[in-house]
């Protein structure tokens, strides 16, 4: 994909001049905000013809897209946001617009006129989810329809306001699919098949991009269809391919702040739910207390991800986040080594995302550890000292299901 005035990755790239305000756009939009109807295309297209300016059929078609983007979408950011594998969009300023397609950051063309349109891009992103974004509340995280968005003011921050916007597919790949583009082996594929199947509860690790997400919707993509997969999530991003599947979302207080309702909440609700896959979309607070009691209280086949920069930095990010929910570290380690029974991680590289690791969690040395069982090589995975242990809890699982079946 070739990104509009992008250079290499991390490069400053060549710059599209900067264009003043748009008198044709200032005016139909005017004319849209003037009156509280639903923006429709026929309203749009009549206020572009009510315009006074002479554009014909096809500069009026051109006109009605950049409004209804100006009005309902990204502004100046939308066609960026239409490229095939752009995941993020990132604003530091007015000139400073960069993009994630898969390669790292890459810088854009893409310019708004002035600060000030950066920043009034921002409140009207944040006022769609029902938020504030202004002085007295200067860092908003909002969830919209294919978006996830997050703002911060200045003085917050020491230039201008940034836009961090984390674009939601609804495509989900397959497990398949993925491992024909490289993220992993057959090998490893069957063995995540397996984990599946065997219904072992797994967390899926890795730094910021490296796909867990993705990875996390392919994989609860492959669960029995009897099965109900009952999802919590700070912001909707899971969509496995699946037919019977619920989600729940975290809701942040409103202006005054009240209406709270977290994901420690959403869990708790969900275990009321009859729920045959529970699934923390990602462990990031005090839920991960509510989530080790779940699993220890007979959930399997449960999931979800978190954020580690290795599989074996995973029981101290569990700890900590006991710790959020007032947990002793002793008291994490031995409910997670109950409950959890194989980490995931993925690692991003030039090349592009893998599943760098499959370990399973347990006690060495008296404390919880990630012990490798498949680990990724230069030519493909060889085994790790965790592998019999993998065997064995998955022939364990099987035979358990065979047993009840």
């Given at each position: 994909m070739t990104v509009p005035g992008g250079g290499a990755p991390g490069s400053r790239g060549r710059h599209a001049p900067a264009l003043g305000p748009d008198p044709l756009l200032a005016r139909v939009r005017d004319r849209m905000l003037a009156y509280p109807e639903p923006v429709t295309a026929a309203r749009l297209a009549a206020a572009v013809q009510a315009s006074g300016s002479l554009?014909?059929?096809?500069?009026?078609?051109?006109a009605v897209d950049r409004v209804r983007a100006e009005i309902q979408g990204l502004g100046v950011l939308q066609p960026l946001a239409l490229l095939p594998g752009v995941s993020d969009i990132l604003v530091n300023g007015p000139d400073q617009v960069w993009v994630d397609a898969g390669r790292g950051l890459e810088r854009t063309a893409v310019r708004f006129a002035a600060e000030?349109?950066?920043?009034?891009?921002?409140?009207?992103?944040?006022?769609?989810?029902?938020?504030?974004?202004?002085?007295?509340?200067?860092?908003?995280?909002?969830?919209?329809?294919?978006?996830?968005v997050h703002a911060v003011l200045a003085p917050v921050s020491t230039g201008s306001t940034l836009l961090s916007i984390r674009i939601h597919r609804n495509r989900t790949f397959s497990l398949a699919e993925l491992a024909g583009s490289g993220m992993m082996d057959p090998q490893c594929e069957a063995v995540l098949r397996r984990i599946l199947r065997r219904r072992l509860n797994f967390l899926v690790s890795g730094a910021t991009g490296t796909g867990k997400t993705t990875l996390l919707s392919a994989l609860l993509s492959l669960s029995g269809k009897q099965e109900r997969l009952v999802l919590v999530e700070d912001a909707?991003?899971?969509?496995?391919?699946?037919p019977h599947v619920v989600g729940l979302?975290?809701?942040?207080?409103?202006v005054e702040g009240s209406g709270i309702l977290d994901q420690a909440e959403l869990v708790r609700q969900a275990l009321r739910m009859r729920p045959d896959r529970l699934v923390v979309g990602e462990c990031r607070g005090a839920e991960v207390r509510e989530l080790l009691a779940a699993l220890n209280t007979g959930h399997d086949g449960a999931g979800g991800t978190i954020h580690a920069n290795s599989a074996a930095g995973v029981p101290a990010r569990l700890t900590a986040l006991g710790a959020l929910a007032g947990m002793t570290p002793d008291a994490v380690e031995l409910q997670a080594a109950a409950a959890l029974d194989v980490v995931i991680h993925l690692h991003r590289a030039a090349a592009g995302r893998t599943v760098s690791e499959i370990a399973v969690l347990g006690r060495s040395?008296?404390?919880?550890?990630?012990?490798?069982?498949?680990?990724?090589?230069?030519?493909?995975?060889?085994?790790?000292?965790?592998?019999t242990e993998l065997e064995r809890r998955l022939e364990e699982r099987g035979s358990a299901r065979d047993g009840a079946a």
């Open positions: 554009l014909g059929s096809e500069g009026t078609l051109r000030s349109d950066v920043q009034a891009l921002a409140v009207r992103l944040v006022a769609a989810a029902g938020r504030r974004l202004d002085d007295s509340s200067p860092c908003v995280d909002v969830q919209l329809q294919g978006y996830r909707a991003e899971l969509n496995p391919v699946h979302q975290s809701r942040h207080g409103n040395g008296g404390r919880l550890a990630a012990i490798p069982a498949l680990v990724r090589t230069g030519t493909g995975y060889r085994h790790g000292e965790g592998w």
